[in-house]
């Protein structure tokens, strides 16, 4: 935490400094208070009213400009301070591997994004302002007291236990009351999330109600808890106050004795004793109040580092010499299984090559391991056992630029940014021409439907891609990966939307266009992979058979029936 407040040390000094400006004014004012009670107005000298009273005025004037400096210091610091912070934990959520996001969640991930470091933000501005605020009011305070009379001192001390004894008692009452709220408000925010991200399935299986008891379960329970502290602390103040007020009685006793016999305490005296002791005794209250900020952020806290410390597990290699030509692919004995499930073999012993420029097709039924197999390709994942090599080198010693940059991958879950249409293209290569960006929209077959919008290229996609329909979102994606005219293009499931004749003249301006690339085309129908140099068929995590179209529907069971039932379905359609 130190590191990121070094830089604004500057900050963090000057505030405390005009803080003390403001201090001395809280500090002298009763005392000279007391002088105009005691010689202007007992001692009826108007002199004195009209010269004290002229220099309260100044040193409220002084309070006061060194209180809004010391303010702007503090927030200056404690939100830049924040912002480095949050630039940090989304770099490094950025870097995350696919494993580490699985891991934490999205919700968490924003949360901490957020609110943890909201709590930092609240924990350096209560450093650099309450905290000396507190410190030297008291200890101020408890000079200024024994200044007026050392028995007024003494009476401060006698409540000074049973008030720290209170407070101690309720704060540690509460205390472990703010980690339950942070892990309900975790929940809460995951709950949110997901409903907002997710409203159009909500509303399409019309669960408002049940998600809104879901959402309202988990905001009562934080509303409880939050119910709880205050309560709690709702009884703190009543008991530090009957304290406080047998103090000020202690006082008045004291003082109206003194006074009475002539013993050298004045009313005024009285008066602004009485002053000083409710700012010591209610410092014990603030500095409760700060323990409670500290116990909070030093939570948030945890969570921050918690992101910042975890390095991507995925060690990049140096870069070794290319062994192999370019655009090979070769998987040699490759099993894995997700991080998560380690005892769940997803792939199984998977052995096979692609040479340059040829296409491979890949068939399999759902959840049959195909999305996994092509994510080890730009490792995603990592293999669980054996390798997976490209341009005849193993994928770990490539550094991971060097790797990604060969490979062109359109992922089976469409993400588009909330940008241009041209914007969401060149993504794909930030550097491309405008004909570059035309000439893979052409290739995606996306240029037809871009040129028919109002707006073409520069046309706004919405949010999560929703102002367009799921086989214009899959276009652009592929125009976004055949823009950096890499050595390897992986389409998963890419055409699944596109109607046959769509999908035909994908295929065939990428075959005219992309000869020489090696191509891995993953699907489901028939129809999308028969045109393929080798077709893959994978069934349970393991390939099957391999071979082309005709090959397959020859000697391939698996391949025959996959053929039989979509036939079947075409002819009942
Ligand atoms: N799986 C998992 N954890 C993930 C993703 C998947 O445990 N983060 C499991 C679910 C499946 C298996 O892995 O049982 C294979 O999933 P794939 O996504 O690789 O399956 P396919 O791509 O073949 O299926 P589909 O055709 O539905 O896309
Ligand atoms: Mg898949």
Redesign the pocket.
């Known amino acids: 935490m130190l590191k990121y407040l070094k830089k604004y040390w500057i900050y963090c000094l000057l505030a405390p400094l005009f803080m003390l400006g403001e201090l001395t004014m809280d500090l002298l004012q009763p005392d000279m208070m007391a002088t105009i009670v005691d010689e202007g107005v007992l001692g009826g000298n108007l002199q004195v009213i009209l010269q004290e009273g002229l220099r309260m005025m100044l040193l409220v004037l002084f309070g006061g400009t060194s209180g809004v400096l010391c303010g702007v210091f503090a927030t200056f610091a404690a939100l830049r301070f924040g912002n480095d912070i949050r630039k940090d934990l989304f770099a490094r959520v950025m870097d995350f591997s696919f494993e580490q996001t ?1 891991r934490f969640t999205t919700g968490s991930l924003i949360t901490r994004i957020t609110n943890d470091v909201t709590q930092m933000e609240q924990l350096v501005m209560m450093l650099v302002r309450s905290l000396v605020r507190c410190s030297v009011m008291f200890v101020g305070g408890i000079i200024m007291l024994y200044r007026q009379s050392p028995r007024f001192a003494l009476v401060a001390a006698c409540g000074l236990p049973f008030i720290t004894v209170f407070v101690v008692f309720f704060l540690k009452k509460v205390s472990p009351l703010y980690t339950v709220i942070q892990k309900k408000l975790d929940r809460l925010n995951s709950i949110m999330q997901e409903n907002i991200a997710g409203a159009r399935v909500v509303k399409a299986y019309v669960k408002e109600d049940y998600e809104l008891k879901h959402f309202s379960q988990a905001n009562d329970e934080l509303c409880d808890v939050n119910l709880r502290a205050q309560t709690i602390l709702a009884f703190m103040n009543p008991c530090v106050n009957i304290v406080l007020n047998l103090c000020v009685v202690g006082v008045l006793y004291v003082g109206g004795y003194t006074v009475s016999q002539n013993g050298g305490i004045t009313p005024g005296q009285t008066m602004a004793a009485i002053t000083y002791l409710s700012l010591i005794l209610m410092r014990i209250v603030f500095m409760a109040n700060i323990f409670q900020t500290f116990t909070r952020a030093s939570a948030s806290w945890k969570r921050i580092k918690e992101v910042l410390e975890t390095e991507n597990v995925q060690q990049a290699g140096e870069g070794k010499q290319e062994a192999g030509r370019k655009g090979e692919i070769e998987f040699r004995h490759v099993s894995f299984a ?1 991080p998560d ?1 380690p005892d ?1 073999p ?1 792939l199984k012993d998977i052995s096979f090559r692609v040479n340059p420029g040829e296409t491979v097709a890949i068939i ?1 039924s ?8 092509v994510q080890l390709i730009p490792r995603f994942y990592d293999v669980t056992q054996g390798e997976v090599l490209v341009d005849g080198v193993n994928v770990w010693d490539y550094p991971m630029q060097a790797l990604r940059d060969k490979i062109g991958i359109v992922q ?1 879950k469409t993400e588009l940014f909330s940008r241009s249409i041209e914007e969401n293209i060149r993504w794909g290569k930030e550097e491309a021409k405008e004909s570059e960006v035309s000439r893979a929209a052409r290739i995606a077959q996306a240029e037809d439907f871009i040129l028919r919008m109002p707006e073409g290229y520069e046309a706004q996609v919405a949010e999560g891609g929703h102002s367009l329909s799921g086989g214009q979102k899959q276009r652009i994606s592929i125009a976004r990966a055949v823009i950096r005219d890499p050595e390897i293009l992986i389409f998963d ?1 890419s055409g699944s939307a596109l109607d046959l004749k769509t999908e035909a003249a994908l295929y065939d301006a990428l075959n005219r266009e992309f000869a020489e690339t090696t191509k891995i085309v ?1 699907a ?1 129908r028939i129809a999308s992979v028969r045109q393929a140099d080798r077709i893959l068929v ?1 069934d349970n995590g393991e390939i099957r058979d391999s071979g082309t179209h005709e090959e397959l529907l020859e000697h391939s069971a698996v391949y025959q029936e996959i053929y039989r039932s979509q036939m079947k379905r075409e002819v009942t359609a």
Not at 366 to 373: I, M, R, Y
């Open positions: 699985d997700f499930t769940l997803v399999g759902t959840g049959s391991g195909k999305t996994s197999l089976q499931d993953v489901q994978l």
